[in-house]
T-cell receptor
Framework: DGGITQSPKYLFRKEGQNVTLSCEQN?????MYWYRQDPGQGLRLIYY???????QKGDIAEGYSVSREKKESFPLTVTSAQKNPTAFYLC??????????????FGPGTRLTVL | GQQLNQSPQSMFIQEGEDVSMNCTSS?????WLWYKQDPGEGPVLLIA?????ELTSNGRLTAQFGITRKDSFLNISASIPSDVGIYFC???????????FGGGTRLMVKP
């Protein structure tokens, strides 16, 4: 089946440790995105990539890093510099330029808890 | 940054009732989207609106793109228990590469 996978579903880390969240898609989409969701709030964009080897900061990029070495994969690293990393992280993908009928599709999310 | 004001924040209704929620912005956008998120899952696209004044249905769901391009509403008719979840509006920027989300409307349905 075509889709977006995020693993693991739940992740626990100690404060001060970097952690990398996985996002893979087999939809042949060029663009991929990372969002953060806090309880009772909407989604906020962390980073996005419209093509391999290129990515752009979103609204809340501080304390995060990404790479886009393959079209199918867009891993997100939550670094120790992120002051409040506990959140629900969502990955999405779309055709290169979201346009009419080319909207973003979301993965199932990873819930990160930093202890 | 841009802000979307979504209301109400939460609703608790009886099964079978109709539901209405809306989303407003101080800026003009050319694409309005409505997503539903089940607990612990990613959002799923329900309806996409691309033209001012457009009225689009998806089963029991109907959404309209405001004529001013600064608002949209979503209606759910004859609600059922599986309608429970959080409904988000979103707009796409003019470059077409970023979405901004509203704060969500949490819907609870009493059987």
């Amino acid at each position: 089946d075509g889709g977006i996978t995020q693993s693991p579903k739940y992740l626990f880390r100690k404060e001060g440790q970097n952690v990398t969240l996985s996002c893979e898609q087999n939809l042949n989409h060029d663009a991929m995105y990372w969002y953060r969701q806090d309880p009772g709030q909407g989604l906020r964009l962390i980073y996005y990539s419209q093509i391999v080897n290129d990515f752009q900061k979103g609204d809340i990029a501080e304390g995060y890093s990404v790479s886009r070495e393959k079209k199918e994969s867009f891993p997100l690293t939550v670094t120790s510099a992120q002051k409040n990393p506990t959140a629900f992280y969502l990955c999405a993908s779309s055709t290169r330029f979201s346009g009419r009928y080319n909207e973003q599709f979301f993965g199932p999310g990873t819930r990160l808890t930093v202890l | 940054g841009q802000q979307l004001n979504q209301s109400p924040q939460s609703m608790f209704i009886q099964e079978g009732e109709d539901v209405s929620m809306n989303c407003t912005s101080s800026s003009i956008f050319n694409t309005w989207l409505w997503y539903k998120q089940d607990p612990g899952e990613g959002p799923v696209l329900l309806i996409a609106l691309y033209k001012a004044g457009e009225l689009t249905s998806n089963g029991r769901l109907t959404a309209q793109f405001g004529i001013t391009r600064k608002d949209s509403f979503l209606n759910i008719s004859a609600s059922i228990p599986s309608d429970v979840g959080i409904y988000f509006c979103a707009v796409r920027n003019n470059a077409g590469n970023m979405l901004t989300f509203g704060g969500g409307t949490r819907l609870m349905v009493k059987p």
